[in-house]
């Protein structure tokens, strides 16, 4: 689908996958104004097709485009597209456990002008790929490697869009991170660097003394859909969940006093990943013996369970494809 500012959104179409034509002044590649989207459809052994909120997806979508300067999207628009794009490649969704199809809608500006300016022209588009099991082997802890030099976000930034230039700007860091042999960042603020902000493509979770602590929306970090499908499933289970300011000293001191019994990252890709070590300057902090905790297994069943359909959905979280 095409944007101008005398048509606004128009055109919808549905085409083979295939490379792009576009100018080499389009504004996408010199400015970074895109912003895109991760959710996934999941088939079970019936048949049935289910997404997971992809209504959230879809209001996060025209958030991001709001702090880009991008036009907004009507949202029952996208999700009808959507769901019309997965009903033609239905059958090549794969079934086996774990697996998904993986859905990407973006915007990209493609007014063909070298002045720094919002775009006037832009295209929006969903593309899909399969995906295999993100666990191969079970659910398995990752190390985490605290980022003390690079910054991804401050308050006032991009960091709550999901923009291309928020992940660029964390490749040196994930060197880093690998250099030490961990497997994601742990983004501290960009002010301090001493609350702890959210992990690469995952927001990230404390379990300390029985009680759940995650860091509350600070303006800089992106407000993940299972972040907010956790904290609900807690608070249904009448487990305490807090969202407020976490350093990394606390941490620190938590893990040195017995009370740090749990971390777990949460996102689209992983659902559940759990942290077995975290590397904080001198720090090794490793969690649990470096093995999956109880919550991190409990919340990790339940969600794929709903995401699956193999599970009731007490909440109303998924949106089946009706069978044609
Ligand atoms: N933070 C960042 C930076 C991410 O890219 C993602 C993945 N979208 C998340 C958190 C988790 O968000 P969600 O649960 O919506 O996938």
Redesign the pocket.
Known sequence: MDYSEEKGWYSPRIIPYQPLTLDPAAMVFHYGQTVF???KAYRSEDGSVRLFRPE??FK?LNQSSDRLSIPPIDEAQMLAYLKELIRIDKDWIPTMPGTSLYIRPFVIATEPTLGVAPSRNYKFMIILSPVGAYYKEGINPIGIFVEDQYT?AAPGGT?TA?TAG??CA?YKAQERATANKQAQVLWLDGMEKKYVE??????VFFKLNGEVHTPGLSGS?????????VIELLKSWDIPVFERRISIEEIVSASKSGTLEEVF?????AVISPVGELLWKDHKIVVNNNETGALSKRLYTELTGIQTGEQKDPFGWTVRLEDE
Do not use: C, D
């Open positions: 989207e991760g959710l959230e997806n996060r991804r960091g999901k928020n992940y964390a959210e992990v690469g493509s995952m927001n970090i992106l407000e993940g859909i299972t972040r907010k499908s990252g949460t996102g689209t890709a």
